[in-house]
């Protein structure tokens, strides 16, 4: 059973910096793709950043490219999202998912039906 486990969203103000982490276990992860999502009150859940952890190719929404990165510890099983310059409308629950099915090499990676695998979710609030 894979487990994701998010953690540090947090209360920041604009222009701010946060790290969030997820952990992974249950499975090894060597040809999965790892994505974060985030989800703002009465919007849809939408795709942020994805690395897999065979190679470390990178995507990201265009709303955040240039002030987030992802990236990941193999040794900790462990994803992060870096968020730099951060505004109040990425203000949003952050979710990391796990996709096994390696639609990643396809370029299918951006919507939720891409993953099988979610954590809890971890907020984060910018305020102006």
């Known amino acids: 059973q894979v487990q994701l486990v998010e953690s540090g969203g947090g209360l920041v103000q604009a222009g701010g910096s946060l790290r969030l982490s997820c952990a992974a276990s249950?499975?090894?992860?060597?040809?999965?793709?790892m994505g974060w999502f985030r989800q703002a009150p009465g919007k849809e859940r939408e795709f942020v950043a994805v690395?897999?952890?065979?190679?470390?190719?990178?995507y990201y929404a265009d709303s955040v490219k240039g002030r987030f990165t992802i990236s990941m510890d193999n040794a900790k099983n462990t994803v992060y999202l870096e968020m730099n310059g951060l505004k109040p409308e990425d203000t949003a629950v952050y979710y990391c998912?796990?996709?096994?099915?390696?639609?990643?090499?396809?370029?299918?990676?951006?919507?939720?039906?891409?993953?099988?695998?979610w954590g809890q979710g971890t907020q984060v609030t910018v305020s102006s």
């Open positions: 690395i897999n952890w065979s190679g470390p190719r990178t």
């Open positions: 249950g499975r090894t992860f060597s040809n999965y793709a």
């Open positions: 998912a796990a996709d096994p099915r390696g639609g990643y090499y396809s370029g299918n990676y951006y919507t939720t039906d891409d993953y099988d695998y």
